[in-house]
């Protein structure tokens, strides 16, 4: 299925499956999607704004030119997925999963990446300095080149193997 050109109000499709679709030019509107899978698809050109994506398996998805922005989005799953050019604002990732992702031109703006997990996804060159990075499970080859302010710092030194006293 492809989706063309249009704007989605409203829409509450919970525990659904919408895999291996197409979204070209979609904003999406409050709406709740919470865990729907996506897996397979892409989002070309999307914009979601105040939605709720609380649980979706975004998997093997392809997603370039989106905007997620005060949306919740945690206990999602992003592994294997393409994201390119994507922007996560004053939006909420907890406890999601990044897993062998391809990132390029990915903002992180006031988003809160409490617990989220980066596995073999390089962070190089992303600011996180104004997010939340609380328990964020990532490696030291992960994070390396990322962008982080000296308060964030003391949430990575157990990469180090340090404890702060």
Known sequence: L?????????????????????????????CNFS????????????????????GCNFAESRTY??????SNISYANFSTASIEN???DNSSLRNSVFQ???FKNIKFRQADLTQVQFFKTSL????????????????IEDIKGAII????AIDLLYLLGVKVK
Request: hydrophobic share 35%.
């Open 86 to 88: 994507v922007l996560f």
């Open 149 to 152: 302010n000296q308060f964030q």
């Open 100 to 102: 062998e992702n391809k």
């Open 2 to 30: 492809k989706v063309d050109k249009a704007i989605i109000n409203n829409v509450e499709i919970t525990n659904g499956n919408l895999s291996n679709n197409t979204f070209i030019d979609i904003e999406f509107n409050n």
């Open 35 to 54: 865990n729907t899978s996506f897996g397979n698809s892409s989002f070309i050109r999307c914009e979601f704004n105040n939605c709720k994506l609380t």
């Open 124 to 139: 190089k060159g992303i600011d996180f300095s104004d997010s939340i990075i609380e328990g964020m499970a990532v490696s």
């Open 65 to 70: 030119n989106v905007s997620f922005i005060e």
